[in-house]
């Protein structure tokens, strides 16, 4: 089996793997690298389960080849703690009961981080449509969008 080696940063270190040519990176980032954050909710790019960045933008790692992230900087949900401090996102989740089940939670957080990062005040429509990739099953959606404008509250110093 023919197999390519990818260098690439993620989460601020430097890694390097073997792939299959056809590997997605989100197979990569959980079977290679240990990174179980992301989740495969669909496999078609419909849930955002396994939403990652990949330079700065936000994706479904299940419609990306592990091959493309050659170079690349990856920022996935095990990145977004600091040590045992969690970011303010992680937090709030928590103390807003925004989460159940789990499947959802790793993508929903790298997505909202991604929009925090875009825009540190956004409003309730804001979230919801910048979150209109995740699919969640168990919560619906106005916890979440709570905790989301609570740790941008914070994060801003309101």
Known sequence: MKTIPVS???NGDSVEFLC???ETLLDAL????GLTGAKEGCGSGDC????????????????????EAEGAEIATVEGMAEGERLHPLQRHFIDS???QCGVCTPGILVAAKALL???PD?????VRYWLAGNLCRCTGYDKIVRAVQSAA???RGA
């Open 122 to 126: 956004p409003s309730d429509e804001e």
């Open 30 to 33: 959980r079977n290679r690298l």
């Open 153 to 155: 509250a914070e994060m």
């Open 20 to 22: 299959a040519p056809e």
């Open 8 to 10: 690439t940063r993620v």
């Open 48 to 67: 955002g389960a396994c939403s990652v960045l990949v330079d700065g933008r936000l994706v479904c790692a299940c419609l990306v080849l592990a091959a």
């Open 97 to 99: 009961a925004a989460l």
């Open 117 to 119: 990062d875009h825009n």
